[in-house]
T-cell receptor, first 111, second 112 residues
Framework: GESVGLHLPTLSVQEGDNSIINCAYS??????FIWYKQESGKGPQFIID?????DKRQGQRVTVLLNKTVKHLSLQIAATQPGDSAVYFC??????????FGKGTRLSVIA | DSGVTQTPKHLITATGQRVTLRCSPR?????VYWYQQSLDQGLQFLIQ???????AKGNILERFSAQQFPDLHSELNLSSLELGDSALYFC???????????FGSGTQLSVL
């Protein structure tokens, strides 16, 4: 079955720097990917998604890059702020199958 | 606020007991998902319902069961509880069978 993994369980960045969180997936049939942000005591919150017919998508201060060749996606956060401190999950879906989540990367922003 | 409501927020119980977790999806969402989150396992998919019918099953134990009612709310029943069942249980909903999931705030289950 599908497995989704993050390369680093924790990431510390200085406020104002850019953050890059990486994720790998195993199922080449995965065609839909989402990044979620989970703050302490809350449920995961949608950040941005991308479909397999794209290799880049931009949102407000966030960019997701998808490399289907190596089954890798990344989330880039520009000008990281203290409010960005949270656990970030990538999730992958194939067809109508439910999303499979990675274990998460804890982002800590140093003021 | 995602619009997904989960009750209760916290639940403390003993081994061998049975509990019911409740979820009300966002208005208009037909699909409900249950996920289990533990410290070392991340978010594990348990089960999905769409408009009252079971659509997909993940790593859900036989001691666990769920259903979605005609008003689209869902309940997750956990029985013969073990210490290892202690976790955060999330419900999520979506309009269609796939796509962006909207998560509730979760139910923190502690089995003592």
């Amino acid at each position: 079955g599908e497995s989704v993994g993050l390369h680093l369980p924790t990431l510390s960045v200085q406020e104002g720097d850019n953050s890059i969180i990486n994720c790998a997936y195993s199922n080449s049939a995965s065609d839909y990917f989402i990044w979620y942000k989970q703050e302490s005591g809350k449920g995961p919150q949608f950040i941005i998604d991308i479909r397999s017919n794209m290799d880049k998508r931009q949102g407000q201060r966030v960019t997701v890059l998808l490399n289907k060749t190596v089954k890798h996606l990344s989330l880039q956060i520009a000008a990281t702020q203290p409010g960005d401190s949270a656990v970030y999950f990538c999730a992958a879906g194939a067809g109508n199958t439910p999303l499979v989540f990675g274990k998460g990367t804890r982002l800590s922003v140093i003021a | 606020d995602s619009g997904v409501t989960q009750t209760p927020k916290h639940l403390i119980t003993a081994t061998g007991q049975r509990v019911t977790l409740r979820c009300s999806p966002r208005s208009g969402d037909l699909s409900v998902y249950w996920y289990q989150q533990s410290l070392d396992q991340g978010l594990q998919f348990l089960i999905q319902y769409y408009n009252g019918e079971e659509r997909a099953k993940g790593n859900i134990l036989e001691r666990f069961s769920a259903q979605q009612f005609p008003d689209l709310h869902s309940e997750l029943n956990l029985s013969s509880l073990e210490l290892g069942d202690s976790a955060l249980y999330f419900c999520a909903s979506s309009v269609v069978e796939r796509g962006e999931l909207f998560f509730g705030s979760g139910t923190q289950l502690s089995v003592l």
